[in-house]
């Protein structure tokens, strides 16, 4: 079990977080970027913190690789800086954190083979961190045949022997069906079971790590619920599937399985989604929520309960305890959520999407309308 944290855990780390945050982008800078062409918005991340990681990259490629490439390298180091800023058990709590980039970059190696990408193009997807982000990512992402990648992932227990596990017993049924989803249902499942396991270890510290999780899977679950109650409500499905072994719903969350199956069941969506407002213990989910029952769409409804999972987590530098986990967290997610905004410029900028429709997918989370 990790023991009880202190303030003193947290001291150090969190003054340096606290630091590096002045240097994270805002509304100012994003619309300056919204502007320039992809060497242009090089130029300006290299005059940022960005500027090492541009530099490194611009050795081996150039234009829009270049840069997906340095946004990779820079949050690995970002984040990978956590580590190190953080003694036990505070660091046991960095490691809860971080593995969400363990199943990340495992299931982004196995959606590229199976695809037939490139190495390249595979490891285009993979965040150079933790035990996929190095050289043993590289050695799979070569592999030729989807089978040989998946034995060197179990022979080498990767991520971690409770992922290898998993995919070791999930790869029978895969090779029968085919079906990519549903192997990595199964390799999400099994990692929040642990990771709920992790976070039921923590006790009393892992708090507020407890509800970014419980927001990061009751989206996951109710998108599924609606997911599948548009499909019969479009004939696309004449009935409910059989839930899966491991069940249909993710782990960890706050709404119980029971809850989510009862609203699945519902002879409406707009009751089904009154039983998700009810159930969810989230107050900024219920305008999303309710404008789903009155005819909105799901990829809207998606990109709203992301909105609300930054806000509330960046929102945790201004209302968080200082002295304790809340500032990695708020941290991390603003990491993350910064180079998130800068792909999607860069791939905007690249296909010639207007400056307007980009600014509308971006998620800012200081500065401008999502000032917290």
């Keep these: 079990m990790i023991q009880l944290t202190s303030a003193a855990d947290f001291a150090y780390g969190n003054t340096r977080l606290r630091a590096r945050k002045a240097h994270l982008l805002g509304a100012a800078e994003y619309e300056s970027l919204l502007g320039r062409d992809l060497d242009s918005i090089l130029e300006f991340l290299a005059g940022t913190a960005y500027r090492p990681d541009i530099e490194s990259a611009l050795t081996g490629s150039g234009g829009k690789r270049a840069l997906h490439v340095a946004l990779g390298r820079h949050l690995a180091r970002s984040l990978g800086d956590l580590r190190a800023f953080y003694d036990e058990p505070a660091g046991e709590l960095v490691d809860l954190l971080l593995s969400r980039f363990d199943l990340q970059n495992l299931l982004a190696l196995l959606r590229g083979l199976a695809r037939g990408r490139s190495p390249e193009q595979v490891l285009a997807d993979v965040?150079?961190?933790?035990?996929?982000?190095?050289?043993?990512?590289?050695?799979?992402?070569?592999?030729?045949?989807?089978?040989?990648?998946v034995d060197l992932l179990v022979s080498w227990r990767l991520p971690d022997p409770t992922g290898a596990r998993a995919l070791a017993g999930a790869w029978p049924e895969y090779e029968r069906t085919e079906d990519l989803a549903a192997l990595e249902h199964v390799l999400a499942s099994r990692h929040a079971c642990a990771l709920e396991e992790g976070l039921?270890?923590?006790?009393?510290?892992?708090?507020?790590?407890?509800?970014?999780?419980?927001?990061e899977?009751?989206?996951?679950?109710?998108?599924?619920?609606?997911?599948?109650?548009?499909?019969?409500?479009?004939?696309?499905?004449?009935?409910?599937?059989?839930?899966?072994?491991?069940?249909?719903?993710?782990a960890?969350?706050?709404?119980?399985?029971?809850?989510?199956?009862?609203?699945?069941?519902?002879?409406?969506?707009?009751?089904?989604?009154?039983?998700?407002?009810?159930?969810?213990?989230?107050?900024?989910?219920?305008?999303p929520l309710q404008r789903i029952a009155s005819g909105g769409d799901l990829p809207t409804l998606q990109r709203e309960l992301e909105v609300t999972r930054v806000r509330w987590a960046v929102g945790l530098f201004v209302r968080g305890d200082p002295l304790?986990?809340?500032?990695?967290?708020?941290?991390?997610?603003?990491?993350?959520?910064?180079?998130?905004?800068?792909?999607?410029?860069?791939?905007?900028?690249?296909g010639g999407v207007p400056a307007a429709a980009l600014r509308a997918q971006l998620?800012?989370?200081?500065?401008?309308?999502?000032d917290t």
């Excluded at 035990?131 to 990648?149: D, N, S």
């Excluded at 029971?258 to 407002?277: G, I, M, S, Y």
Aim: charged share 25%.
């Design 127 to 149: 965040v150079p961190l933790g035990a996929l982000g190095g050289a043993a990512a590289r050695e799979i992402a070569r592999q030729h045949e989807l089978a040989r990648a």
């Design 200 to 215: 039921r270890a923590a006790g009393g510290s892992a708090d507020t790590l407890r509800e970014l999780v419980a927001r």
């Design 217 to 250: 899977h009751d989206a996951v679950n109710a998108l599924v619920v609606l997911r599948l109650r548009f499909a019969l409500q479009l004939d696309e499905l004449s009935d409910l599937p059989q839930a899966p072994p491991l069940g249909r719903f993710l």
């Design 252 to 287: 960890a969350g706050s709404i119980a399985d029971d809850a989510l199956e009862d609203a699945l069941r519902q002879p409406t969506r707009a009751e089904a989604v009154a039983r998700l407002v009810a159930a969810a213990r989230h107050p900024d989910w219920r305008a």
């Design 324 to 350: 304790s986990f809340d500032v990695p967290i708020a941290f991390t997610v603003a990491q993350e959520n910064e180079v998130r905004n800068l792909r999607l410029i860069a791939e905007g900028v690249a």
């Design 363 to 370: 998620i800012v989370p200081w500065g401008g309308r999502w």
